[in-house]
């Protein structure tokens, strides 16, 4: 059964987009606000995802990879009935204090 996860997003790309889980092969920190996500299968055109989101907090750079690899690892490990999650960001904080958001979503 596929997977998929939910990411919340705002602005342009909002107020959501779905990807699937079961071909992602590397889930990496591009810059201090971009994820980018690679599917070890696809063409060219379009097995890359590049989240653009909010600056993390400089004591956790790597908040928003491990947040969506938590998910995959969770949703993996669910029932197989269980077929969706969202991405839950209430647990990371930017610089300033407030909530990690995802402002947009680019395939490539």
Do not use: C
Not at 35 to 50: E, F, P
Not at 64 to 77: F, G, K, P, T, Y
Not at 83 to 96: G, M
């Amino acid at each position: 059964m596929a997977k998929f996860l939910k990411l919340p997003v705002t602005g342009n790309s909002g107020p959501s987009v779905t990807i699937g889980i079961d071909m992602i092969a590397t889930i990496k920190r591009g810059t201090d606000t971009t994820t980018i996500i690679h599917y070890s299968a696809g063409s060219a055109s379009d097995d890359i995802i590049t989240l653009t989101h909010t600056e993390p907090n400089a004591s956790n750079i790597y908040a928003m990879r491990d947040a969506i690899q938590d998910a995959i690892v969770n949703l993996h490990s669910s029932n197989w009935r269980e077929t969706i999650q969202t991405l839950n960001l209430a647990s990371i904080k930017t610089a300033d204090g407030s909530l990690m958001a995802i402002t947009g979503v680019v395939l490539s």
